[in-house]
Structure formats: structure tokens, C-alpha cells
């Protein structure tokens, strides 16, 4: 069974950055799309950044230029790379694989 598991949310403060990790397991993950999606409280879950398996990537607008999303297969992570963070990223983060498999979320707060 598939299993991902996100990384590195915390609590920063406006303009800093975080690193966020998903460490998937299964074989299917070098011919996966994956994404990062984030959810505020009340608000829906949305796109924020996916790579294919090719390495194609494509970006919320509201975090084009700030974020930047990568895998690596051979270590089956996929990261987020969030730089000039500012309070309305402040969300849960969730890893997702394909389109049947999410992980629990990694909290990430940024303080004005």
C-alpha cells in the first residue's frame, strides 16, 4: 500500500522560507504526477504546485516565482522549496500522488 509522508512545516516569519519533503513509498512514483495542495481553515483544498513524471511543473499564480517544486526519484520525494513566504501561505500542506493518494498534511504557519 502507498504511504507518503510530508516534512519540514513549521512556523516562520514573513519573507522567510521552508522546505517541505514527501517521502512516497511503491514503485509508481517515477510515473506519478505529484503535487503539493494546502488547505487554510475554512477554505477549500487547492493547487498550489505538480510535477509530472517527466518534470514538468505548473504553479498556483499566487505562488509563481516564490515556490518552487521538485522529486526526486530515486529517493521517491517530492519537495517544496517555499521562499518569501508571506501570512496567506499559512495553510496545512498536503502531499499527493497521482490521483488516489494523499498524506496526512505538515502544518505551516507564517506569522506578519
Known amino acids: 500500500q502507498v504511504q507518503l509522508v510530508e516534512s519540514g512545516g513549521g512556523l516562520v516569519q514573513t519573507g522567510g522560507s521552508l522546505r517541505l519533503s514527501c517521502a512516497a513509498s511503491?514503485?509508481?512514483?517515477?510515473?506519478?504526477?505529484m503535487g503539493w495542495y494546502r488547505e487554510a481553515p475554512g477554505k477549500q483544498r487547492e493547487l498550489v504546485a505538480q510535477i509530472s513524471r517527466n518534470s514538468n511543473t505548473n504553479y498556483a499564480d499566487s505562488v509563481k516565482g516564490r515556490f518552487t517544486i521538485s522529486r526526486d526519484n530515486a529517493k521517491k520525494t517530492v519537495y517544496l522549496q517555499m521562499n518569501s513566504l508571506k501570512p496567506e501561505d499559512t495553510a496545512v500542506y498536503y502531499c499527493r500522488m497521482g490521483i488516489s493518494y494523499w498524506g496526512k498534511g505538515t502544518l505551516v504557519t507564517v506569522s506578519s
Open positions: 511503491g514503485s509508481i512514483f517515477s510515473i506519478t504526477t
